[in-house]
């Protein structure tokens, strides 16, 4: 093993640069909602499943409006 040198501490050559590489995980709907409720209940002072459950619930405004995919 040999030993570099930087400008503040020294590195080891045989060590692996950078981790591996995985496959994220696309969210799901639920742990969306959740994500938002949380950080909106903190904002805002409101509570997490009152959040959750306005959020769940389907929307009449503007639902004649489709969202391109």
């Known amino acids: 093993m040999t030993w570099i040198k930087s400008s503040t501490h020294?590195?080891?050559?045989?060590?692996?640069?950078t981790p591996a590489l995985r496959r994220r995980k696309t969210p799901t709907r639920k742990a969306v909602v959740r994500?938002?409720?949380s950080s909106t209940a903190v904002e805002?002072?409101?509570s997490i499943s009152q959040l959750?459950?306005?959020?769940e619930q389907p929307r009449a405004r503007f639902s004649h409006i489709k969202l391109a995919r």
Request: charged share 30%; net charge positive; proline share 6%.
């Open 10 to 17: 020294f590195k080891s050559d045989s060590m692996p640069r």
């Open 35 to 37: 994500s938002v409720a």
């Open 44 to 46: 805002t002072g409101q």
């Open 52 to 55: 959750e459950h306005r959020l």
